[in-house]
């Protein structure tokens, strides 16, 4: 069986935690919004520039772009070498190509942070950058069916996010026999409801990539602070807001718990 080298391990579950406390940031920020003072909707690339005010901002900006790159790297081995043996069938790779995906908006997202840390505006902030992405791709060939597709596969990936939540199956992901009650009960509270928020976010996303492929308007698509603005907007969505800002809070525990424990070596190794 082929073993992922350490050196990679140790750098993807840092990229992990690191992706975990950028959703905490936007979590907290959401639930803010939803409640008091000092808070707003944002996706990631807000949340990093949030961190740019912060008490040595520029050194926490290194350290998260930084970080993410491990997180890159392992969704890129996940698309690429199907270490966990997704498989070439319908559902293999849709995944597949789900972490593919992940991989270029977080390279985006990494990129960002280290041009706000040698004190360089980012391209991007809040929503601007899957706009810029519908617009450029709908200037190609084909390219309102590439963003329509991007769309389906978003949403379709926030749909097994959703379930995966729903029915804990993201512990085979973890290495449990590693970790103690308090630590498994931690991971199942905040991995289910973190991913169930998750799945409502990407979802969102997907729908805003199908309308601008079918409107051909890409000052329809939106991220994150895309999509909790959205919720904010129906009825009673302070509430529903602060609810997902609450799960997103989660979600980003959950991913500082996979970094410590999830499965990195090639099949169901630890």
Known sequence: MEETKPWIRRFSRTGYMTKGIVY???GVLALLAAFGPGGNTTGT????????????GKLLLWLIGIGLFGYI?????????????EGKDGKGLIKRIGYFVSAII???????????????????????????ISARLMEQPFGVWLVGLIGAIILIYGIYE???????????????????????????????????????VLGLIGFFFLRTAWTH??????????????????????????????????????????????????????
């Open 45 to 56: 690339t807000g949340a990093v520039e949030y961190v740019s005010t912060m008490p040595f």
């Open 162 to 200: 959703l379930q995966s939540g729903a029915r804990l199956k993201f512990l085979k992901q973890l290495k449990t026999h590693e970790m103690n009650d308090k630590e498994i009960k931690m991971a199942k509270q905040a991995g289910r409801t973190g991913l169930i928020a998750r799945g409502i």
């Open 106 to 132: 977080h390279g985006n997202l990494a990129i960002a942070a280290i041009l706000l840390a040698i004190r360089k505006k980012s391209s991007s902030s809040g929503g601007e950058s899957e706009r810029e």
């Open 73 to 85: 790297i392992w969704n890129l081995i996940k698309a690429i070498k199907d270490p966990q043996y």
């Open 24 to 26: 905490i940031i936007i």
């Open 217 to 270: 308007n890409p000052d329809n698509s939106k991220g994150i602070g895309g999509a909790l603005d959205e919720l904010a907007a129906q009825p009673y969505g302070m509430f529903i807001l602060a609810a997902v800002a609450a799960g997103l809070i989660l979600y980003g525990i959950y991913q500082i718990v996979r970094g410590r424990y999830e499965r990195m070596n090639f099949g169901h190794g630890s």
